[in-house]
């Protein structure tokens, strides 16, 4: 694959909108090759030997990304520190995005000496370019809006007022926050408030405030579903729920009505990614293809949605 990555660059420079990647994970189990050389778990310069592989094809992969990019990387924790380190020096450390942790095994490992039953891995992303959204977010929860006072401008949920900010960070969030209608004194919380005097009797005018029955209780502002939702929640960095390595070896099996790879990512979870990261006419990259779950992936998506995403792996 490193050849073939040499010979993209020529033809695809810049114009890769998302990578992903499923390398070997270095078990020491003959799921890696150096130099036509199995590497196993007493070889004194196993994680070097891994890294030497991985550096020299993500140097190339990451000049494919468009300037709105970005790589996921699957990884377990023999080589996450590694890997996390290498890709900090290679793309630079402010282009990390994050670590998603996919709970992989639906049953407990009661193998391991220690005790623990390791039932996750990790899909570490880094990206081209910083400060836009690289992640579209998450569902947003409508069940918790309702109008149980007609309002006209329709469902609401109360919102927490209290600040984050201690006095000496932010002294104009810290004050006693008196109701000018009515002159009840609300006081202050410890940590202040979210919002400035101004704000806050700019929320009373408007009734976007919900005050306590006493003066001891904690006004809440009303927070409208017309308000927020063009705007979606954040992505959950604990991605996969109810989607394990079965889920993907089932997969296989519907294919090929037999287990012909070992350990293959499931289709749904890579659903899942591509879904916060392309748009409809992305193209993406996996130059580690396997059983090829990212394009099965790639074309499921566009059967959901109508896209004319693209691949190559």
Known sequence: NLHSLRLLEKTHKGKID??????PYNTGNKDFRYDDKYVDAVDG?????????????????????????????????????????????????????????????QNKDNRNITGISVD????????KQMNIRNFKGGERQTERYSNPDNDPRGPWTSGNMV????????????????????????????MGWRYDRNTMKRLV????????DTPDGRPRRKVFLSDVKEVRPGFSSVIGT??????GTSDIVSVFGNRVFDFPKPVELLIQLLEQTTDDNSIVLDFFAGSGTTAHAVLELNKRDSGHRRFIV
């Open 242 to 247: 109810d989607i394990y390595t079965r889920t």
């Open 45 to 105: 310069y196993r994680h070097s030997k891994w890294l030497s592989f991985i550096a020299a094809r993500l140097q190339y992969a990451y000049r494919l990304l468009s300037e709105t990019g970005s790589i996921l990387i699957s990884i377990n924790d023999i080589e996450y520190a590694q890997l996390k380190l290498l890709c900090d020096d290679l793309f630079g450390e402010q282009k990390y995005i994050g670590t998603f942790i996919w709970k992989s095994r």
């Open 120 to 127: 996750h891995e990790y899909v570490l992303v880094y990206a």
């Open 205 to 212: 005018d408007e009734d976007r405030i919900i005050f306590p």
């Open 18 to 23: 998302v990578i992903y990647i499923d390398p």
């Open 163 to 190: 600040g984050i900010a201690t006095e000496e960070q932010r002294p104009n969030l810290h004050y006693d926050f008196i109701d000018h209608r009515t002159g009840i004194n609300y006081g202050k919380p410890l």
